[in-house]
Structure formats: C-alpha cells, structure tokens
C-alpha cells in the first residue's frame, strides 16, 4: 500500500481499527479531537462503534465494560482528561484487563494549556492511578510510529493481560506525515479463557473484579501481577541509539523531543562535539539496563524533555549516578529548538568534569 | 530542500496551500512534514503552518528558520520576516502587506496574490495564486507535476474544484512582476 498524509491522531484511530479494534469511547479534548472525530467517521462504516461519553470517567468505565467481555478497546483523551481516567486505569489494572489508552499530552498542571507537552511522564509511568500498578508506555516519536506502535500496544495489553498507553503530544497527535499502514504482523496470542462474554451453562462463570478484602490474598494477586511485569521488562524494552558508539555527550529523549535532539547531535558532531541519543521507546519498560551499560563508556547523559525534569531521575537511577545527568527542556506548551538544545550541548562539552 | 513557514489569517487556506507543497513533496519521494498552529489563533485570527519537505528524515517539525516565508497578512510578516534564513525567500501578499522588505541578506517576492485572485473570480483563491508563483520562483516542483498533484488533491466528487484550482494556479504561475 502507498503511504498517506495522515495526523497523527487520525493515524492510532485507523491503526486501532486495523487491529481489530471496533469500540471507541472518548470525550473531545484539544489537541486529541481528531482521533474521536476519525473514529466517529469510520466506525459505523467498519463494523464498530464510536460512543462520545458524558464524561472521561464514563468513557474509561466503558472501556472497562467492554474490554471485560474479551472486546479491544480504546480511549484516547490529552493531559486534564487522562487523569480523570486514573481512576478507571486503575480499576482496570486490578481486574487485569488489557485496553489501549492514548495521551495527547498538552501543557499542564491543570487545565493548563493546549500546547504540546511531555509534562505527563510521571504520571504515565509512575502513577498512572492509585495502588501498585503499571502500564505500558510507548513513545511514538512520529506519525508512522502513532500507527505501527498502536497495533502493538493491542499486543501487548492482550499478552500481558494489562492496560498500554500510547504517550504522544500535541505536536505529533497534529502534524501529518506520511504513513504507511503495511501488514503489520499481528502476535500470537492467547484466548482470552477469562472474559465474561456468555458461559452458555458450559463452563464456570467467569468474574472479573478488582476488590480482594483478604489483605493475604490481595497481596498474592498483586504479587502474581508483579511477576508478570517482570516478563514485561524483560521481553518488551525497545529503544533507538544514534550516534552512540563513540559519543562523549549522550542525549536521552522520547517522542517529539528525541527528533529536535538528533538534528541537535548532527550539528553538534559537526562542529567538533560527539554526541549522540539514546531515544526510549518503551518508557515502562524502562530501558534501565541499556542506559546502565552506556554509562561506563559515556561522559554525561542529558534528558532532554518538554517538562521541568521527570525522566531525568530514571535515567539517574538507571545509570546509578555513574557519570553527571542534567535535565535540559523547555515546559508549558514549548517546543524545545534545536538551536537550544545544540547549545546546551556544546556548552556541556566546553565544561571541565571533576 | 526546504523548510517553509506560511502565514496569515484563519481562513485564507494557509494550511490548504501548506498540505499541497507536503503532498507534492512526500509523492517525489522526499522525507516531509505539516505542522499547524492549532491554537485559538485560528478563528479568525493570525494562523500559520510549518511545512518541511527534506532529502533527510525531519528533525523538528516545528520551522523557526525558515527557508521560504509566505505571508498572507501583515502582523504574520512583521512577526517573522527576520526569522527567514540567509539567503532565503520571502513571498509576500502585496494587496494586503504594504512593507517593502528592508533585508538584503534575504529575496523578497511580492505577487498581489488576492487581489489577482478577487479579479479573475477566484475569490478565496488566493492561496493557490500564491502556490503558482511560490513554483515558478523557487523551482521546488516542475511545474506539470505539481499541477498533477494538485488535481489530484481535490475530492473526485468535486472535479469542478479540481478546474478553478488549475486555473487560479496559472494566474500566478504566470504572473509577471
């Protein structure tokens, strides 16, 4: 198939719906709209439904309904509507439920701004709702990757049996690329034995809940879960390096930052500086080990980020402090310029170690 | 090959001219990039769009210094102007920017874009007057093949559009200044 120019967030709508998905629930939110409008276009034409919530809460509360009865769904929203979702997430976290979430990060805390933003990283990866949980977060770093990387977050959530986020912002969910939806080779997966989708008086009925008043059995279950993440890390971790091999100033960057940042290293090798980028795919799992290996031939790590600083104390954890890691970003809605961002390079290049 | 910035007003098909050069770009093969402000800014007030078309995969897709400038209004021209590169172009709306360029560093091309577009008819065609002339200056697309690409980009259901497109392209293709 030839490659379209598509938005980025008409790109995940028609990957979901590629991958088989054929029920969105969602809430308007700038600068996300386009996904909920592609999918209310192309829904009913495709055998699915696209259904505007009363609210995000509900919307995510439905993906919760409908995913419980073995169905792919997705809800899409930006920064303010996503943690309206939280509780929903975590609702579905503890049922073990997989359904894909998408983030069209904007400019925050609060109603923020509608600009494009990272400042969501914590929330993503850290907390995501409340208890012990995760998600898996992937960063697209360009149209193609909205598409190709939502048909793997249905993957992965089926796999895993949990919830996968795609982590975009305003920026990416907005500009066209051109895109390419090829084959993508769909896993292998397991069936889905647990969805309650009709026992037919055949097999035990099926419950999926997330209430365990019995602290040594919600602690086993929990546990349990754990071991699947471990499988995650494991299995899952996927990053870019460029440049890296030889590089002194090694700039570590997701999603839109991490494209700025490799024009940013060009011009930076072209005067003189090695530098170079690890770009993180995965941000849970985190590609901790990969960082920690780096760090015993590198100088300094830079987290560049469009917020104040939040995946730089992963990147420090990671690497164990071995070598300095300082944060570099602009927040707010602004885009960081590679002009900046060659600047800051160079200026921690000229600077003595020690 | 380029990074270029248009700009002017919502509603004077900035983003519609913005997607045609993109189009034209990703069809030749070349690596691209459309970038809109989506801001409040777009009901009626200052709108503009970043447009990267590169042999190279695009880094920023956000342009800050552009190689082509076009500015359909006045405030979009005085606000970016000196942003343009060394060396670059900026194409200006003559019928509503009354300023002559004071740079030297930099080409300015100046095309009446909507008054040519009001007299022949073409109201609100503006953009694709501008789109012929941007070709004919810069040579970034042939000529035929972007008249190809542009046909194609209307709605086979509106071929009608399709023919004043063509047409509002000629008038600045052969605009003479």
Same mark, same amino acid.
Request: charged share 25%; hydrophobic share 40%.
């Given at each position: 198939m030839s490659k379209m120019l598509m938005k980025g967030n008409e790109a995940i709508a028609e990957a979901a719906i590629r991958a088989g998905c054929k029920l969105f629930f969602g809430y308007p939110i700038t600068p996300q709209t386009e996904l909920s409008e592609y999918m209310a276009k192309q829904m009913p034409k495709r055998g699915g439904l696209c259904l505007q919530a009363e609210s995000e809460i509900a919307a995510i509360n439905m993906v919760l309904g409908a995913t419980a009865s073995g169905a792919r769904a997705i809800t899409s929203s930006s920064s303010p509507g996503i943690s309206l979702k939280s509780e929903g997430i975590s609702y579905i976290a503890g049922s073990d439920l997989p359904c894909v979430i998408v983030n069209v990060q904007r400019g925050g805390p609060g109603l923020g701004g509608i600009q494009p933003a990272q400042s969501d990283y914590n929330q993503a990866t850290k907390a995501p709702g409340h208890g012990d949980l995760h998600l898996i977060v $992937? +960063?697209?770093?360009?149209?193609?990757?909205?598409?190709? /990387?939502?048909?793997? &977050?249905?993957? $992965? +959530?089926?796999?895993?049996?949990?919830?996968?986020?795609? /982590?975009?912002?305003? &920026?990416?969910?907005?500009m066209m690329e051109p895109v390419d939806f090829e084959e993508r080779t769909p896993r292998e997966l397991p069936e889905k034995t647990w969805a309650c989708c009709g026992h037919g008086n055949k097999r035990e009925h099926n419950i999926i809940n997330s209430l365990y008043i019995q602290p040594n059995v919600l602690e086993d279950i929990v546990k349990e879960r754990f071991k699947r993440y471990e499988e995650?890390?494991?299995?899952?971790?996927?990053?870019?390096?460029?440049?890296?091999?030889?590089?002194?100033?090694?700039?570590?960057a997701y999603g839109i930052t991490a494209?700025?940042?490799?024009?940013?290293?060009?011009?930076a090798r072209a005067m003189g500086v090695k530098a170079g980028l690890f770009r993180c795919i995965t941000l849970y799992p985190f590609p901790a080990k990969e960082l920690e290996k780096l760090s015993h031939k590198v100088k300094r790590f830079v987290s560049v980020?469009?917020?104040?600083?939040?995946?730089?104390?992963?990147?420090?954890?990671?690497?164990?402090c071995r070598v300095p890691v300082t944060h570099c970003g602009r927040t707010g809605g602004v885009i960081p310029t590679v002009k900046e961002i060659t600047e800051e390079i160079m200026r921690l290049s000229a600077k003595k170690e020690g | 090959m380029a990074s270029i910035l248009l700009a002017g007003f919502g509603g004077q098909g900035i983003l519609f001219a913005g997607k045609q050069l993109v189009s034209a770009g990703m069809n030749a093969g070349k690596e691209v990039s459309w970038l809109p402000s989506y801001g409040p800014e777009m009901r009626g007030g200052t709108c503009n769009c970043s447009v990267n078309i590169e042999d190279d995969p695009v880094g920023?897709?956000?342009?800050?210094?552009?190689?082509?400038?076009?500015?359909?209004?006045?405030?979009?021209?005085?606000?970016?102007?000196?942003?343009?590169?060394?060396?670059?172009?900026?194409?200006?709306?003559?019928?509503?920017?009354?300023?002559?360029?004071?740079?030297?560093?930099?080409?300015?091309?100046?095309?009446?874009?909507?008054?040519l577009a009001d007299i022949s008819g073409f109201a609100k065609l503006a953009n694709v007057v501008m789109l012929g002339y941007i070709i004919k200056k810069t040579g970034l697309f042939t000529k035929d093949y972007f008249v190809s690409c542009l046909k194609a980009s209307a709605p086979k259901s509106k071929p009608e559009l399709a023919e004043l497109n063509l047409k509002a392209f000629e008038i600045g293709y052969s605009y003479d200044d």
């Open positions: $992937l +960063a697209p770093a360009s149209v193609q990757e909205m598409a190709s /990387l939502t048909g793997l &977050a249905f993957d $992965l +959530a089926d796999q895993y049996r949990m919830p996968a986020m795609i /982590l975009a912002d305003g &920026a990416l969910g907005q995650v890390e494991k299995n899952e971790v996927m990053y870019e390096e460029y440049m890296c091999d030889d590089a002194d100033i090694v700039i570590v494209r700025i940042a490799k024009s940013a290293v060009k011009e980020e469009m917020n104040m600083g939040q995946m730089v104390n992963d990147v420090k954890v990671a690497t164990d | 920023s897709p956000l342009v800050t210094e552009p190689d082509i400038l076009v500015a359909f209004n006045k405030p979009s021209y005085e606000k970016f102007y000196k942003s343009v590169k060394k060396g670059g172009r900026v194409f200006i709306d003559s019928s509503l920017i009354d300023s002559k360029c004071e740079r030297t560093d930099i080409t300015a091309e100046y095309i009446p874009a909507t008054s």
